[in-house]
């Protein structure tokens, strides 16, 4: 094994120790959480690395590189997820690549989505991403939005929405990040109540490299994780 493949090994575990200790911590099982490794920063040898230290859920945040990873890697047994932001000429190339779509930020999009999906047969699990803490630099639905989208999600049969995703507002402060995730969890349980039985809303995708554990402890299903997976690299 390559330095490298040992470095990414070794905090994989690390990383998935923290998570198992946050679950522990609240209650939780570490098997509800679904680790997923973000690869922006990262090249194809350092995605194999995680693969091979069996991390299969990959994400990247801009549809032309997810592209060009799942090309370089069609070898490999991945499960892949675009958690950026989604532009409507790209649709029809990313939906058959993808396994989720963790930023469905309006109807247009959702309209979008659901018409490329319907033509070629294929359902889209997708997650709605909510700006929770409403700062302007992120993307998103406004929280007051998110309900009247729900709404109208038995109209577009060809998208599974599967849950909530959102990034705390203000990087390395975990208080806030708490508020935020907890805003997004009690988000979550209100459209529960009043949402078609179809709509399941099961998963919340919120934490990343600075925050996971919090986001673990205030309900995370999945977590976004880049830069710690590759610290100590050269
Ligand atoms: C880059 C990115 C992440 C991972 O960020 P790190 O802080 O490096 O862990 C998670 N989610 C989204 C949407 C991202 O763009």
Not at 136 to 143: D, E, S, V
């Amino acid at each position: 094994m390559s330095d490298t493949s040992v470095r990414i090994a070794e905090n994989l575990a690390a990383i998935r120790g923290s998570i198992a200790e946050a679950a522990r911590r609240v209650g939780r099982s570490a098997d509800e959480i679904t680790l997923v490794a973000v690869t922006k920063y990262v090249g194809e040898a350092e995605v194999r690395a995680l693969a091979a230290a069996g991390c299969l859920d990959i994400g990247e945040s801009r549809p032309q590189e997810l592209w060009a990873k799942v090309a370089a890697l069609a070898d490999l047994p991945i499960r892949w997820h675009l958690v950026g932001h989604l532009q409507r000429n790209k649709i029809r190339r990313t939906l058959p690549l993808v396994s989720m779509i963790h930023s469905l930020d309006s109807v247009r999009l959702l309209e979008a989505i659901d018409h490329a999906a319907a033509e070629s047969g294929k359902m889209t699990p997708a997650l709605l991403e909510v700006n929770i803490s409403a700062n302007r630099a992120k993307h998103g639905l406004a929280p007051a939005e998110v309900a009247p989208l729900v709404e109208q999600l038995p109209a577009f049969p060809h998208v599974a929405v599967r849950g909530l995703m959102a990034m705390a507002g203000h990087e390395g402060d975990a208080h806030a990040a708490r508020r935020d995730f907890a805003a997004l969890r009690e988000l979550r349980e209100q459209l529960r109540g009043q949402c078609a039985p179809q709509v399941t809303l099961d998963h919340l995708s919120m934490g990343m490299s600075g925050d996971y554990e919090v986001a673990v402890e205030e309900g995370a299903t999945i977590v976004r994780i880049g830069s710690a997976l590759f610290a100590g690299l050269s």
